[in-house]
């Protein structure tokens, strides 16, 4: 008997991993339809802050306390820094560009 409560503990359990990995899937999913959806100053102004911010990022950047639909003092920053690579070279270079750095 104890043999099958194994197994039944062995599929719920995987069952359980399953149903989490579709979750993760689901939120990965719609981040990367979000972040499809901005413009190539706010996409590059992401990478930016992904490679280059150093704070911490529960006191010390508001990064992820904003949303592009209403940008406070982290996003403008880095959108500034966005537009103003952008002023001189191509959206695809200066993606290259910040993944060097």
Request: hydrophobic share 30%; with cysteine.
């Amino acid at each position: 008997m104890s043999t099958y409560k194994s197994i039944d503990r062995d599929i719920q359990n995987a069952k359980d991993e399953l149903r989490k990995a579709q979750e993760k899937l689901a939120k990965l999913e719609q981040d990367k339809k979000k972040f499809e959806g901005l413009s190539d100053e706010q996409r590059l102004a992401e990478l930016i802050h992904d490679s280059q911010c150093r704070w911490n990022h529960t006191d010390g950047c508001g990064w992820y306390y904003e949303s592009w639909d209403v940008p406070g003092y982290s996003k403008e920053e880095y959108l500034r820094k966005a537009k103003n690579i952008l002023k001189e070279v191509p959206f695809d270079q200066a993606i290259k560009l910040v993944k060097m750095m």
